[in-house]
């Protein structure tokens, strides 16, 4: 990777915080190509060097990027360690908007644990925070993963409630063609399964609700999703 180079090149003038930002670039590089412990030894090379600085900023990215990759290792426990760590930063820097990250990260691990109580009272509280900030995407995706924990619960009319609000605000933002896309076709389908499930199709398209189509093709699912982890949560 040129971003080894580039790490190799500021290591030699002492350019610490160049250092740092290529090792990021290389933990961004293997995350794409699914590497994921090559990732996870340069998010550690990363943090290292922001700590020698005292970057605050920049150890609370790092500790939810490794928390992100640890996820994708199916180490849950670790990652939610970071995830903690990530957020209890960005509490004592006062980046109150940077909490966002982490707490949606920390709901989507209680959410596989099967801990819903705590996925929701996470997840209320990053869509709240998002919503102080009017930050569209992170509403949109507040809603999806609300909905979700709605379906769970066994709350039906809640959940599609939330699906369908984040689908209104994915179709407001669908000039930025990844988030649309990406968030049309998750929520989609989380409609789809719902309506499935519950033989709502028919009552659902009659309410002047929009009709969504979906069309899945399972490598650009994987790609986007992935893409979303590594790139847009860090």
Do not use: W
């Not at 920390?106 to 102080?132: H, T, V």
């Amino acid at each position: 990777l040129l971003a080894i180079q580039a790490a190799e090149l500021a290591k030699k003038i002492n350019f610490k915080k160049g250092e740092a930002d290529a090792y990021h670039n290389c933990v961004v590089g293997y995350g794409v190509k699914g590497d994921y412990n090559k990732s996870l030894e340069f998010n550690f090379k990363t943090l290292k060097i922001r700590e020698e600085l005292g970057d605050k900023k920049g150890m609370a990215s790092s500790y939810n990027a490794i928390g992100i990759i640890y996820d994708l290792l199916g180490e849950t426990d670790k990652a939610m360690e970071f995830f903690f760590k990530s957020l209890k930063i960005k509490e004592e820097i006062g980046d109150k908007k940077g909490m966002i990250a982490p707490l949606m990260n920390i709901g989507s691990i209680y959410y596989k644990k099967g801990d819903y109580d705590n996925a929701m009272d996470i997840d209320l509280k990053s869509l709240k925070i998002s919503e102080e900030y009017r930050d569209t995407k992170s509403i949109a995706n507040g809603y999806d993963n609300i909905g979700t924990l709605y379906q769970e619960k066994g709350d039906d009319d809640k959940a599609l409630e939330y699906y369908f609000k984040a689908v209104k605000l994915y179709k407001e933002i669908g000039d930025k063609f990844y988030i649309s896309v990406h968030g049309i076709i998750h929520t989609g389908v989380n409609i789809s399964h719902l309506c499935i499930s519950f033989d709502l199709f028919e009552g659902i398209t009659g309410s002047g609700e929009p009709h969504i189509e979906i069309e899945i093709n399972a490598g650009l699912t994987r790609l986007i999703t992935l893409a979303d982890i590594v790139l847009c949560k860090c």
